[in-house]
């Protein structure tokens, strides 16, 4: 199983620019979440979805919109990027029962200039 | 809703010697409650973690205590090595908490000097 995977790993965009961040998982989770992570910061939840067809906002959604069309992938898309969005993006996966554990993807860091 | 705080944010010990880093939440009903470990460049790991119904439990060299009547938890490695260097995060989950949820605390990076 490769797990969560994650693309781009790196990206810079310029202000106003749009971008997708690819999320995918093969452990047929049903739970999948973004959070980023500012420098030297914890994690915060930007949205999350329980299914597909199913998302819903997280602690900072503004500026982001996701899509779960599958239960493999949980894209994000970042719309007019402004330099507040830098940072580092992960996505995590999670069974809906049992074991509460999230499983991260390696990150993607992104640059808004 | 619910509000971790992690303390120390930097953590710096001999090899060998015990590391302990301390967590705080304000939801009452949050019932779960794990510990990951981020290592440069990569996601966080699961490394640990905690039920409401339990008041301790170790795994080899790493353990984790709750109290849930002053709410907070801590978690406590012993005889550290190199390798244990990174950057740890407590995180709460539970209540209503439809999709299992977290809120992380802002990280301790623990620096294990040779």
């Known amino acids: 199983n490769a797990g969560v995977t994650q693309t781009p790993k790196f990206r810079i965009l310029k202000i106003g620019q749009s971008m997708t961040l690819q999320c995918a998982q093969d452990m047929n989770h049903n739970y999948m979440y973004w959070y980023r992570q500012d420098p030297g910061m914890g994690l915060k939840l930007i949205y999350y979805?329980?299914?597909?067809?199913?998302?819903d906002k997280g602690e900072v959604p503004n500026g982001y919109n996701v899509s779960r069309s599958t239960t493999e992938d949980f894209p994000l898309r970042l719309e007019l990027a402004a330099p507040s969005q830098t940072s580092v993006y992960f996505c995590?996966?999670?069974?809906?029962?049992?074991?509460?554990?999230?499983?991260f993807g390696p990150g993607t860091r992104l640059t808004v200039t | 809703g619910e509000n971790v705080e992690q303390h120390p944010s930097t953590l710096s010990v001999q090899e060998g010697d015990s590391a302990v880093i301390k967590c705080t939440y304000s939801d009452s009903a949050s019932n779960y409650f794990p510990w990951y470990k981020q290592e440069l460049g990569k996601g966080p790991q699961l490394i640990i973690d905690i039920r409401s119904n339990v008041g301790e439990k170790k795994d080899q060299r790493i353990a984790v205590t709750l109290n849930k009547t002053a709410k907070h938890f801590s978690l406590h490695i012993t005889e550290t090595q190199p390798e244990d260097s990174a950057v740890y995060f407590c995180?709460?989950?539970?209540?209503?908490?439809?999709?299992?949820?977290?809120?992380f605390g802002g990280g301790t990076r623990l620096m294990v000097k040779p």
């Open positions: 995590a996966s999670s069974y809906e029962g049992g074991s509460l554990e999230q499983y």
């Open positions: 979805s329980v299914g597909a067809g199913i998302t």
């Open positions: 995180a709460a989950s539970g209540g209503n908490n439809a999709g299992n949820m977290l809120t």
